[in-house]
Structures are given as C-alpha cells and as structure tokens.
C-alpha cells in the first residue's frame, strides 16, 4: 500500500489541471475541482489513459489498466475532483483498488 | 534536415471542426473538389455532405486529405515515406501521382459497394469496434471463450484495438470488454467488416474492376499497413489496395517500422487529430503535427 505524503494531493492536483489545459488548450486558471472534464474541456478516454500513463511513471506504480476501468465502472469518474481523489487511491492500493467498499 | 512521412487517416474519424477555415487560410477552394467529387458521383453537393451516409463520409474524408496533400504539394513540402491508415492508402496514393483524384473516389465507391453487394449474399449484419484500455491477449481471451465471431484487425497501440465481425457478436464483446476493465467501447459506423476475411472473396471481385492503365508508380516511397513492407511499384499497389480491403492491418507495427527508418516527423495528412493521439501512447523520438498544426510544420520545412 502506497503512502500519501503531505502536499501529495495538491502536487496531483497540479499536474491534472496542468494536463488537461494542455490538452484541451484551456487556460488553467478556468478549471477548477469542480470542472466536468467531458461536459466542460470534451475530455477522452485517450485522455484519461494518459494521465494514467504519466501518474505510473511520476509514482512507480504498478496497475493494471483493466483493474481501473472496473474501478472507473463502479464510480464513474466525471469532474478534476473525480480524477484526484481516484488517483490518490491508485497510488495507496494500486491493483488492490478493487477491494475497497 | 530530418526525414519526414506523411500519414493518411482511415474514415470514420472525429474532425476538429475548423478543417474548412484552416484550407481557407491556404486559399484553397474547397467547392471546387466537392463539386468534381459531387459530379463523378452523380450526386449533388448537399447530399455529399450528409453525414449519414457511409460512402459519402469515406468520400468526404478522402477529399480533405487531397485538399491538405496539394496544399503541401504546393508549398513544395516532399515527404520521403507514405503510410496509411486503413483506408487512406486512397490519398496516400493521390499524393504520390499513383491514381488522379477521381480514381481514387471510383476506387473508394468501388470498394464500398462490391463488399456492400457481397454481403447482402449473407443475411447476418456485420460492423467494426474500437475498444480502449485492454491489450490484445485479453481481447482474443475474450473471442475465443465466447466463441464469437469477431476479428482483431488492427492495434493501434498496446491499448487500443479495432475488431470486425457480426454486428451481434461486436455488440456482445463491447459489453463483456467494458465489464473486463475496457475503459472505451464505441461501434464504428460501418456495415462493412473491414480488414476482416469475412470480405475476403468480395476482395477478389474488386481485383477485376480495377484497371492497371489507371494505376502508376509512385513518386513516394508507401509502407504497407498490412505487413509493413514499402513499395512503389504499380504491381504492388495493386497487390496492396487488393490485401488492404480484407487483409489485417497493424498501425502499432507500422509507426514503429518508421521509426526504425529514423523518421522522426510526422505530418496527419487529413482531417481530424486520430493519428496523432495514436500516436502519443507510441514510445520513440518523434514529433507528430496534424492538420491544426498545419502552419507550424509548413513553415518549420520550409525554413530547413
């Protein structure tokens, strides 16, 4: 199980509004948690993927790409706040996201 | 300067939606292709731009490629290597001085309509997938268990996979992908299974109507989607188009064989970004520009 460390969450934060205004050519400063990243910056899965790809590399962490997209069918990943909180939880439990309640 | 290759989109891609004022800027007139298009089709302009329709998209998408290839061809920008995705061997080989621009739209419109007169012989439906998140070996898992009859026939990258098969059995793998962690499952448009046997005899039907006299070597270097060989020869372009209907292909292999080449540029010559985001799950050193870039690239070669 991965350790969170202080200033974690707001380091993950950062990189997931800095990829999504590069990708979706979005001023930072306009996406917030809250933004939706379909509705409001037309996120993709290919998007998604990369993001996952660039959070394995920055952390080490060793997933599966299945064991997420169950995780992602049981809780639909929708806002920035989504995606946070879901990353946080990969880097804590890794392939073993799946057991949590 | 660095060796560069164009690389043409298949159908059924996502535009950008600003194709049109990106031509504009060059003073292209758009009309004008449509029009010649609209003519050879015998069809008028309004109904060749009616998305609904499955040979008009496949047209559409095989005009903006021509469009942009003059656009380079007239800034003088000579690419050294053509790969193509899918159905884009079409432009590729426009742009290399192979076929006119009306062959390729009879070629498209021959294609489209001997697989289509095929497989009315047959009363199932067919279509083609595109499933994200999930690698080969757990999508052919997937085939087999549950004895469908579907067909991988193209990797992307190690995540992204396109299938062809029975539109039953399509619909019942995007379901069970979804629940084996896929994170995309989309149904392509098409009533047509590309790059799958299923077509493999209409592929022969199609060989006869195909004049030699209409076919010419190519100025440019091609790589084959299929079995990444590279050619040039009338022969085997005609041997290509032929395999490229029914025949596998793999992207993943034939980026990665350029790359082998040394190309590290790559321009997507169409409309759409589907080859450069493709592209970004490809490991290597390259650059990839699609057509919003346009301006970007012209000028970065011609400075060279």
Redesign the interface.
């Known amino acids: 199980m991965g350790i969170i460390k202080a200033g974690t969450r707001d380091e993950v934060k950062k990189t997931v509004i800095s990829f999504f205004s590069e990708e979706c050519e979005v001023d930072e400063s306009n996406i917030s948690e809250e933004t939706n990243v379909i509705k409001d910056l037309e996120g ?3 998007m ?3 993001l996952l ?1 660039i959070f394995k590399k920055k952390y080490g962490l060793d997933f ?7 995780y ?2 049981k809780h639909p990943v929708q806002t920035i706040k989504d995606i946070i909180e879901m990353t946080i939880l990969i880097i804590q439990h890794e392939n073993n996201i799946n057991d949590l309640a | 300067m660095e060796k560069f290759s164009l690389i043409f989109p298949a159908f059924g891609i996502d535009y950008l939606g600003n194709e049109d004022q990106i031509i504009n800027n060059y003073s292209f007139d758009i009309t004008g292709y449509f029009k010649k298009a609209g003519k050879f089709l015998e069809t008028n302009l309004n109904d060749l731009k009616k998305n609904d329709n499955e040979l008009y998209s496949q047209i559409d998408v095989y005009i903006y490629c021509c469009i942009i290839s003059d656009i380079l061809k007239k800034k003088n920008i000579c690419p050294s290597f053509l790969a193509y995705y899918s159905m884009g061997i079409y432009s590729a080989l426009y742009f290399s001085g192979s076929i006119t621009f009306e062959y390729g739209l009879y070629l498209i419109k021959t294609v489209y309509e001997t697989c289509l007169d095929f497989l009315k012989t047959n009363e199932k439906k067919f279509s083609m997938a595109l499933i ?4 080969y070996e ?1 999508v052919l898992k997937l085939i087999t268990k549950n004895n469908l009859e579907v067909e991988i026939i193209n990797q992307n990258n190690r ?2 996979l396109i299938l062809s098969g029975l539109l039953k059995d399509i619909n019942i793998i995007m379901g069970k992908a ?7 499952t989309k149904l392509i448009p098409t009533k047509i299974p590309f790059h799958s046997t299923i077509i493999k005899d209409a592929s022969k039907d199609i060989r006869e109507k195909i004049s030699d006299n209409d076919i010419k070597d190519s100025a440019v270097k091609l790589i084959s989607a299929h079995d990444q060989r590279t050619y040039y020869k009338q022969g085997e372009i005609i041997e290509e188009i032929i395999k490229n209907i029914s025949n596998n292909i793999n992207w993943l292999k034939t980026f990665k064989k350029l790359l082998s080449l040394k190309y590290k540029i790559f321009i997507e010559t169409g409309p759409g970004e589907s080859l450069t ?2 592209a ?2 490809i490991e290597g050193d390259f650059k990839i520009y699609a057509i919003n870039k346009l301006d970007q690239i012209i000028n970065e070669l011609i400075s060279v």
């Open positions: 993709d899965s290919l998604f993927l990369e790809e599966e790409l299945k064991t997420i997209g169950k992602v069918v | 994200i998140g999930l690698d757990d995540y992204n979804i629940n084996e962690g896929a994170l995309k985001k493709i970004k799950f």
